[in-house]
């Protein structure tokens, strides 16, 4: 039989543990739904019972419920334990500085009268929730602007929150345990802070490292670009001396032959020489010098190689004079290699590889339009193709176009149109107010 006295007890509980879920959807609102409410709600209720049958039987139930939610969600496993860890050291620790204020700081004094211990649950739990809810909000907004994709960042990451929520939970047990909760609960609350600053600087560094060589290399492939960009020219270049060349003794051969009135000879040599050294101009033809930003030049002769040397028909059309600015140049640039990197991998596996690129200026915008042709089997949701964790291909991540899609969201002047119609696959990138 549950007595009076332990109701202050249970309503705290039944309130962390609901806490704890809507920390859960705050941080992956894909898994909202009213099954899924409808499970946090008893779940609040009916695990607050549980440690009375055997005690920590909630926690083991609270995190069989969490996972079976997020087993719906695209996100990545490693996300999803991560996300886990960062709500329940949020919960856990947000409830330890509220039990800080309302015993330290304001100096009320726990009592075992019904009424009091209530009034002194319902303040501990209000400030609970305000200091999870505003910690939420910063961390989800933090995560949204500085999102990182590189995997060994994410591993540091899981591992650091692991560390610092296995080293306070032990820290409260023990408390716990050794039944001098609330004597020591500054001191717990102090070791908690300074546990979270010595991972978070640790990581911190590390972090910074592995970014400035992950710079490093984008570096050295922007010149390795670059590098191929001018062999291209030079190769071009080659083309074009040889059929100077092979043009001036066509014309001599063409001269005697017409000279002896053989006028079907002439043509033959005609027709042989056109079939065989036929040379593709497109790319000095295409207006491509009048783009004046150097690395979105480079990424498009690039990849617009790439795309030839892997036998793809390519067709491109780029407007006469295209003005960049220098803050855009390496957002666009990521955003265009990803795009003509699937693009180029989706059209090698249809029938007929196509890829079709045009760059066009308007008065107060510019667009990027890249279509190519997909394989007559493929299916391609155009709901979720920019969702984290979502490929068409296997074995692989997804978050090309999920990172698109961040970069697209977090600037106004970036508009992003998709479509996919008759084995056509379309993306047009639009950019505003170019200057």
């Not at 020591?184 to 070791?191: C, E, F, N």
């Not at 056509?424 to 107010?433: K, R």
Request: no cysteine.
């Amino acid at each position: 039989m549950i007595s009076f006295s332990n109701i202050s007890w249970y309503l705290a509980s039944a309130t962390n543990t609901l806490l704890l879920f809507m920390v859960l959807l705050v941080f992956v609102p894909e898994i909202v739904n009213r099954f899924n409410i409808s499970i946090i709600i008893l779940s609040s209720i009916l695990f607050t019972f549980a440690d009375v049958v055997k005690n920590g039987t909630s926690f083991v139930l609270i995190t069989i419920v969490i996972f079976y939610m997020l087993r719906k969600s695209k996100r990545k496993k490693l996300f999803k334990l991560s996300i886990f860890l960062l709500d329940l050291l949020i919960t856990i620790s947000t409830q330890s500085i509220a039990s800080y204020i309302v015993f330290n700081l304001l100096k009320i004094t726990f009592s075992p009268a019904l009424i009091e211990s209530v009034v002194i649950s319902l303040l501990i739990s209000l400030l609970n929730w305000i200091l999870a809810i505003g910690l939420v909000l910063i961390i989800r907004y933090l995560i949204n602007k500085f999102y990182i994709s590189d995997e060994l960042i994410q591993w540091i990451i899981l591992l650091s929150l692991t560390i610092i929520t296995a080293s306070y939970i032990g820290l409260v047990l023990t408390s716990r345990y050794l039944k001098v909760q609330l004597t020591y609960l500054k001191l717990t609350t102090a070791i908690l802070f300074l546990i979270i600053a010595f991972i978070t600087i640790g990581a911190s560094f590390f972090i910074y490292g592995h970014i400035k060589k992950i710079q490093a290399d984008a570096e050295l492939k922007t010149i390795e670009n670059t590098n191929l960009y001018i062999q291209e020219l030079e190769r071009k270049n080659e083309d074009l001396r040889g059929l100077k060349h092979d043009y001036k003794n066509l014309l001599l051969s063409l001269e005697a032959t017409i000279k002896d009135d053989n006028n079907t000879e002439a043509i033959k040599k005609i027709n042989a020489y056109t079939s065989t050294n036929s040379v593709n101009t497109k790319i000095e033809d295409s207006g491509l010098y009048s783009i004046d930003d150097e690395l979105i030049r480079g990424i498009i002769v690039t990849k617009l190689v790439t795309a030839k040397n892997k036998n793809i028909e390519t067709h491109f059309e780029i407007a006469d004079s295209v003005n960049f600015a220098n803050s855009n140049s390496v957002e666009i640039t990521r955003i265009l290699g990803i795009l003509f990197d699937n693009a180029i991998e989706a059209t090698i596996k249809s029938e007929k590889p196509i890829l079709d690129f045009a760059l066009i200026s308007y008065d107060d915008s510019i667009e990027f339009i890249i279509k190519n042709s997909v394989s007559p089997n493929q299916k391609i949701d155009i709901n979720n193709i920019y969702t984290s964790g979502f490929s068409t291909k296997k074995n692989h991540s997804g978050l090309g176009l999920a990172n698109i899609k961040r970069i697209v969201d977090s600037n106004s002047n970036y508009y992003l149109n998709t479509s996919f119609k008759n084995g056509i696959f379309e993306v047009i990138l639009t950019i505003l107010e170019v200057k």
